[in-house]
């Protein structure tokens, strides 16, 4: 059973940062890229960013890119988002995900999901 647990959300004022962290279980937490997603009030889940297994490649979303930093430490079976430049468009829970088959970009390729950690940007 695989088990995605995220910490590190909270009440931040805009311009601020952040730093997620999502801790899996299991001993093949190195096989398989992870993703960020985010979800806001009212809406559907929106692919943030994601890293490949070894952490060598990334992607991110054009909303965060240059902003937001995504990273793994394998060893910890734990991956990161650093957040900066925080403003309130960024308000929404965070989930971390691992990726089974299918695009990088779409929820539906993530067949492991955590329970997410809200993060609330004040203006």
């Known amino acids: 059973q695989v088990q995605l647990v995220e910490s590190g959300g909270g009440l931040v004022q805009a311009g601020g940062s952040l730093r997620l962290s999502c801790a899996a279980s299991g001993r093949t937490f190195g096989s398989y890229d992870m993703a960020w997603f985010r979800q806001a009030a009212g809406k559907g889940r929106e692919f943030v960013a994601a890293?490949?297994?070894?952490?060598?490649?990334?992607w991110y979303s054009d909303s965060v890119k240059g902003r937001f930093i995504i990273s793994r430490d394998n060893a910890k079976n734990t991956v990161y988002l650093q957040m900066n430049s925080l403003i309130p468009d960024d308000t929404a829970v965070y989930l971390c995900a691992r990726k089974g088959s299918g695009s990088t970009i779409t929820a539906s390729s993530y067949p492991y999901w955590g329970q997410g950690t809200q993060v609330t940007v004040s203006s």
């Open positions: 890293i490949g297994w070894s952490g060598a490649v990334t």
